[in-house]
C-alpha cells in the first residue's frame, strides 16, 4: 500500500488528507473492468483496468469464469487505491456499477460456484424461448392478461399481455441451466443454492458471505423480478418452475451491503452502492426528474426514460426497469434499445473505410449526401419499437458510384434515425413531456449522430465531460449514503457537460423526407429470416 499519510507528512497535509472524502468505484463491463477513485468534488484521483476474459466452451455460449474474475476485481481495486495515493483505511466507501442479466449460482455453504457466469449475450436459451412463446398457454396467458387489463385497467396486466421472452433474458438462461442441471433445481427447493447476478456475487465475496443481497435496479433487469409489486415474481417463476427460496433479499440502491474484509485490501471499506449499469449511468448523468432522457450509444443504443414513481408498461418492447430506490424514493424507468450502434461503426473499420471509428466522421463529411444510399442497423434484429428479431442488416440503394463516404454518411444517419424512432415511439406511448436529454457512451464522441439526433427530435442533447458516468453514478450514491453529499443539489452543481447539440430546425426539414424513404428500406429489412427463426440478440441489456 501506498505509504502517503505517514508521520512524515507536514501537518497542513495531514490536515487536508483528513477533510478529503475518497469514494472508490468499481465498473465491471463487458469489455473491462474498471476501478476508479472519486474526491468530494466529483474529480477523479485514480483509476485502475483490466480486461475482462470472456469464455466460449460451446456454440452460443458465453461464460465468465469466476475464480479469474475474482483475481481481476482484486486486482484493480487495489491498483486504484495504490495510484490514488491513499490508503484503504481513508476509503469513505465504495460503490459498483455491473453489467447486467450475467449471473451465477453457488453452493450456500461452501461458496463453491455451481457453474461459470452465464453472460448477457449467452443464447444457448434461444430454442426454449421460442418454445415459451408459441406454447399454447403462454399465448392463453396473453389473452387472458389483455381481458384482465381492459376491464381492471392495470398496468401490470399489459405488461404480461406483450411479453416475450428472449435469451437475454436471466428468466430464460436460467431455465437453460435448471433443465440441464435437473440437480441444481432439486438442491434449490432444499435452499442449499445461491443465485445471483454479478452484484450478488461480488458483495458475497468481499463480505466473506456475510451479504446475500441485490438492489432494485439490477433485480428488475433479470425479467424475474415484478417492478409493479416489488417482489421477485411469484408468477413469472411459478410458471417457468424457479424455486423462489434461491433469490437475494433486495436492499435499497444505496443500501448498506455491508463491508469488504479488512485482509482484502488492509482495512475494512463500507459498500455503500449498488447499480445495473445503465441506471447507475442515468444517476450519473443527473437525470432525476420525470421526463429526463438518456441515450447511451455503445455498442448497442439505449434510451432511458425517466417515468417516476409508477412502472411504465408497454406495448412497443421498452422494458420496465426500477432506476434506483433510495430511502423514501423510488423511480422507474422506460428503456428501449437498439442492439446495432457502435457495432455498425466497427463493420465500416472491417471494411478498410477508416482505420480508427473516431475518423467516421471525417469520412462521411466528406460529402453532403449519401446519394439515396440507406442503411438498416439491423445485424441483431430490430428491438423497440418494431420489435423485429428476424430483420437483417441491410444496405440499400448501391449503385457503381456508391463511395466509401456515402456508406460511411448512411450507417451515421442511420443511428440518428434510430435515436429520433426510439424517442418518438417512447414519447407517444408514456405521453411524458420530455426535459433534459443527455448521451454518452462511446458513439456520443461523434458530433455527426448526436447533432442530426438532436435536428430530428427538436431539442438540444447535452455531452458530458466525464466519460464513466456508471462510475460517477455510483459514487454519487456511495457519498449520498455516508454524508459526502447532503442531497442531489449538490451533484447537479459537480456534473460538467462538454457540449450541448442545438437543434437545427432547417436540417429537421432537409432530413424528414430521408427519414421517411429509410423507413422504407427499414421495412425491406424486416422478416427477412422467416417465421420461427430468431437472430440471437447478443448486444441488448447489459
Known amino acids: 500500500m501506498s505509504s502517503s499519510?505517514?508521520?512524515?507528512?507536514?501537518?497542513?497535509?495531514?490536515?487536508?488528507?483528513?477533510?478529503?472524502?475518497?469514494?472508490?468505484?468499481?465498473?465491471?463491463?463487458?469489455?473491462?473492468?474498471?476501478?476508479f477513485?472519486?474526491?468530494?468534488?466529483?474529480?477523479?484521483?485514480?483509476?485502475?483496468?483490466?480486461?475482462?476474459?470472456?469464455?466460449?466452451?460451446?456454440?452460443?455460449?458465453?461464460?465468465?469464469?469466476?475464480?479469474?474474475?475474482?483475481?481481476?476485481?482484486?486486482?484493480?481495486?487495489?491498483?486504484?487505491?495504490?495510484?490514488?495515493?491513499?490508503?484503504?483505511?481513508?476509503?469513505?466507501?465504495?460503490?459498483?456499477?455491473?453489467?447486467?442479466?450475467?449471473?451465477?449460482?453457488?453452493?450456500?455453504?461452501?461458496?463453491?460456484p455451481i457453474h461459470n457466469f452465464i453472460v448477457w449475450q449467452d443464447t444457448r436459451s434461444d430454442k426454449i424461448s421460442q418454445m415459451w412463446n408459441t406454447s399454447y398457454w403462454f399465448r392463453a396467458i396473453q389473452k387472458a392478461s389483455r381481458c384482465l387489463h381492459f376491464f381492471i385497467k392495470n398496468n401490470k396486466y399489459l405488461a404480461a399481455a406483450v411479453l416475450n421472452f428472449q435469451p437475454q433474458h436471466a428468466s430464460m438462461r436460467l431455465v437453460w441451466l435448471l433443465q440441464k442441471y435437473p440437480d441444481i433445481k432439486a438442491r434449490a427447493r432444499r435452499g442449499e443454492i445461491c443465485f445471483g447476478t454479478l452484484d450478488t456475487w461480488v458483495i458475497w465475496k468481499l463480505t466473506g458471505g456475510?451479504?446475500?443481497?441485490?438492489?432494485?435496479?439490477?433485480?428488475s433487469s433479470t425479467g424475474l423480478y415484478d417492478p409493479f409489486t416489488l417482489n421477485w415474481s411469484g408468477f413469472?417463476?411459478?410458471?417457468?418452475?424457479?424455486?423462489?427460496?434461491?433469490?437475494?433479499?433486495?436492499?435499497?440502491?444505496?443500501?448498506?451491503?455491508?463491508?469488504?474484509?479488512?485482509?482484502?485490501?488492509?482495512?475494512?471499506?463500507?459498500?455503500?452502492?449498488?447499480?445495473?449499469?445503465?441506471?447507475?449511468?442515468?444517476?450519473?448523468?443527473?437525470?432525476?426528474?420525470?421526463?429526463?432522457?438518456?441515450?447511451?450509444?455503445?455498442?448497442?443504443?439505449?434510451?432511458?426514460?425517466?417515468?417516476?414513481?409508477?412502472?411504465h408498461a408497454s406495448a412497443k418492447g421498452f422494458y420496465p426497469v426500477i432506476g434506483w430506490k433510495i430511502g423514501d424514493e423510488l423511480v422507474h424507468l422506460a428503456e428501449g434499445c437498439s442492439n446495432t450502434c457502435g457495432g455498425a461503426v466497427e463493420w465500416i473499420k472491417k471494411l478498410g473505410f477508416i482505420k480508427s471509428c473516431s475518423e467516421i466522421d471525417q469520412t462521411a463529411e466528406l460529402t453532403c449526401s449519401t446519394g439515396g444510399l440507406y442503411f438498416v442497423p439491423a445485424f441483431n434484429g430490430l428491438q423497440a419499437p418494431v420489435m423485429d428479431f428476424t430483420a437483417c442488416g441491410a444496405l440499400l440503394g448501391i449503385t457503381l458510384s456508391t463511395q466509401p463516404c456515402q456508406i460511411a454518411r448512411a450507417v451515421l444517419e442511420s443511428l440518428a434515425f434510430r435515436n429520433y424512432e426510439l424517442y418518438q415511439a417512447l414519447q407517444t406511448e408514456t405521453n411524458i413531456k420530455v426535459g433534459r436529454i443527455v448521451c454518452d457512451g462511446g458513439v456520443s464522441a461523434s458530433n455527426f449522430v448526436v447533432s442530426l439526433s438532436s435536428d430530428m427530435i427538436g431539442q438540444p442533447i447535452e455531452r458530458r465531460s466525464e466519460a464513466e458516468m456508471s462510475a460517477l453514478g455510483v459514487a454519487f450514491m456511495a457519498g449520498l449514503a455516508t454524508g459526502v453529499w447532503d442531497d442531489k443539489a449538490e451533484l447537479l452543481k459537480l456534473i460538467r457537460t462538454e457540449r450541448t447539440f442545438t437543434s437545427s430546425k432547417e436540417n429537421r426539414q432537409k432530413y424528414k423526407p430521408i427519414f421517411h424513404q429509410w423507413h422504407r428500406a427499414v421495412e425491406r429489412a424486416m422478416h427477412w429470416y422467416g417465421h420461427g427463426k430468431v437472430v440471437p440478440c447478443s448486444e441488448d441489456i447489459n
Open 210 to 219: 456475510k451479504t446475500f443481497a441485490s438492489e432494485y435496479s439490477s433485480a
Open 5 to 35: 499519510g505517514s508521520e512524515s507528512d507536514p501537518p497542513q497535509v495531514e490536515e487536508e488528507r483528513k477533510g478529503k472524502k475518497n469514494l472508490l468505484s468499481l465498473d465491471i463491463g463487458t469489455s473491462n473492468i474498471r476501478c
Open 236 to 311: 413469472v417463476c411459478n410458471l417457468l418452475g424457479i424455486p423462489l427460496e434461491i433469490f437475494p433479499e433486495i436492499l435499497d440502491t444505496n443500501g448498506d451491503f455491508g463491508v469488504c474484509e479488512a485482509d482484502l485490501f488492509g482495512a475494512e471499506i463500507p459498500i455503500r452502492a449498488s447499480a445495473g449499469d445503465q441506471q447507475a449511468a442515468m444517476f450519473g448523468q443527473g437525470c432525476f426528474d420525470v421526463g429526463d432522457l438518456k441515450f447511451t450509444l455503445g455498442t448497442g443504443a439505449f434510451l432511458t426514460l425517466n417515468v417516476g414513481r409508477k412502472a
Open 37 to 112: 477513485m472519486y474526491d468530494q468534488y466529483g474529480t477523479q484521483t485514480g483509476r485502475f483496468m483490466e480486461a475482462m476474459e470472456v469464455e466460449f466452451p460451446e456454440p452460443n455460449a458465453v461464460e465468465i469464469n469466476p475464480s479469474k474474475l475474482w483475481k481481476k476485481i482484486e486486482k484493480v481495486i487495489t491498483g486504484c487505491i495504490l495510484d490514488s495515493g491513499v490508503e484503504a483505511c481513508e476509503v469513505t466507501a465504495m460503490g459498483m456499477s455491473v453489467q447486467r442479466g450475467t449471473f451465477i449460482v453457488w453452493d450456500k455453504t461452501t461458496g463453491k
